[in-house]
């Protein structure tokens, strides 16, 4: 069955410090991966894809295939990055999303 | 533009009641989309509608109908509602011509006691 695991539930870093949040999945077939992010008192919003390899706000994700991950990371975390972060696995022509529970980022001054 | 909008942001419904989550979309998307989310889980596809006229089931189908009213209404229905159904729920929408990306409304937040 397909499935995505964020094995964190709450990441605790300082400002300036390098971040990792976790995602690993379980899909027989060509994954395609998402990071969407909501911030404090805003919407749910994509963050990247990882097709597109592009780096957003500073954060990027390498997709691994033989490990099935597909972690975020940023080097020097601020604190405007403080938010839930979910990894998603996208099905049936985009129109399935299969999310993660999520990683709550939190970065202390 | 509004973007993803969604009526009402809180309900409160006993057991058995019957309600309509209602969502609308000003981007003239095709695809629409219904989520719950439960504490400590991510969200859950209920149903989508890929275009005006269809809709299919998605994870989480049982307890829900939904009607795909025109290209901008998306709206969810409890017939009986039961406390297992106490969740968040979000609409989305997605430009299947164009993009993978979904578009999501502020969120429902829905107790039944």
């Known amino acids: 069955a397909q499935r995505v695991t964020q094995p964190e539930k709450l990441l605790s870093v300082f400002k300036g410090a390098p971040v990792e949040l976790k995602c690993n999945y379980s899909?027989?077939?060509?994954?395609?991966l998402f990071w969407y992010v909501q911030y404090s008192r805003q919407r749910l919003q994509l963050l990247l894809r990882?097709?597109s390899r592009e780096s957003i706000k500073g954060f990027t994700a390498d997709l691994n295939k033989g490990e099935t991950s597909f972690h975020l990371k940023k080097p020097f975390a601020q604190e405007e990055d403080s938010a839930m972060y979910y990894c998603?696995?996208?099905?049936?022509?985009?129109?399935?999303?299969?999310f993660g529970a999520g990683t709550r980022l939190a970065v202390h001054p | 533009n509004a973007g993803v909008t969604q009526t009402p942001k809180f309900q409160v419904l006993k057991t058995g009641q019957s309600m309509t989550l209602q969502c609308a979309q000003d981007?003239?998307?095709?695809?629409m989309y219904w989520y719950r989310q439960d504490p400590g889980m991510g969200l859950r596809l209920i149903y989508y509608?890929?275009?005006?006229?269809?809709?299919d089931k998605g994870e989480v189908p049982n307890g829900y109908n939904v009607s795909r009213l025109n290209k901008r209404e998306f709206s969810l229905r409890l017939e009986s509602a039961a406390p297992s159904q106490t969740s968040v729920y979000f609409c989305?929408?997605?430009?299947?011509?164009?993009?993978?990306?979904?578009?999501f409304g502020p969120g429902t937040r829905l107790t039944v006691t």
């Open positions: 989305a929408s997605r430009d299947d011509l164009l993009s993978y990306e979904q578009y």
């Open positions: 509608s890929a275009s005006e006229g269809t809709t």
């Open positions: 998603a696995l996208g099905l049936g022509g985009y129109n399935k999303l299969i």
């Open positions: 981007m003239n998307h095709n695809s």
């Open positions: 899909y027989s077939g060509s994954p395609e």
């Open positions: 990882h097709i």
